[in-house]
C-alpha cells in the first residue's frame, strides 16, 4: 500500500502560481503524476515524472507548469505559473509501482479570471 497526501492547492488570480506537493509513504515508485478533474470532466493527466526523470506534459500546461520529484524525500511536485480559469479543478497525485497505481485524496486549485 501507498498512501499520498497532497497539498499547496488554493485560489489565485489568473495569471498567478501555485506550487502543488505530494508526499508518498514509501519508496520504489517508478512514476509520480498529476492528474486533474474539472466539473463535468473526465480526469486527465497533466504531468508524470519517471524516476529516473523523464517528464510528459498534457499539451494545454507545457510552457508553465513544472513537475519534480525527490526520491529520497519521496515527494513530487508541480509548480504551475501563469494560471488559467480552465486550470480550475481538483489536481490529483499518483504513484504508481510494478504492481499498483494509488491516489491522493485531491486538492482543489480555483483559478479567478
Known amino acids: 500500500q501507498v498512501q499520498l497526501v497532497e497539498s499547496g492547492g488554493g485560489l489565485v488570480q489568473a495569471g498567478g502560481s501555485l506550487e502543488l506537493s505530494c508526499v508518498a509513504s514509501?519508496?520504489?515508485?517508478?512514476?509520480f503524476g498529476w492528474y486533474r478533474q474539472a466539473p463535468g470532466k473526465q480526469r486527465e493527466l497533466v504531468a508524470t515524472i519517471t524516476s529516473g526523470g523523464t517528464t510528459t506534459y498534457a499539451d494545454s500546461v507545457k510552457g508553465r507548469f513544472t513537475i519534480s520529484r525527490d526520491n529520497a524525500k519521496n515527494t513530487v511536485s508541480l509548480q504551475m505559473n501563469s494560471l488559467k480559469p480552465e486550470d480550475t479543478a481538483v489536481y490529483y497525485c499518483?504513484?504508481?509501482?510494478?504492481?499498483?497505481?494509488?491516489w491522493g485524496q485531491g486538492t482543489q486549485v480555483t483559478v479567478s479570471s
Open positions: 499518483k504513484a504508481t509501482t510494478a504492481y499498483n497505481d494509488y
Open positions: 514509501r519508496t520504489f515508485l517508478r512514476i
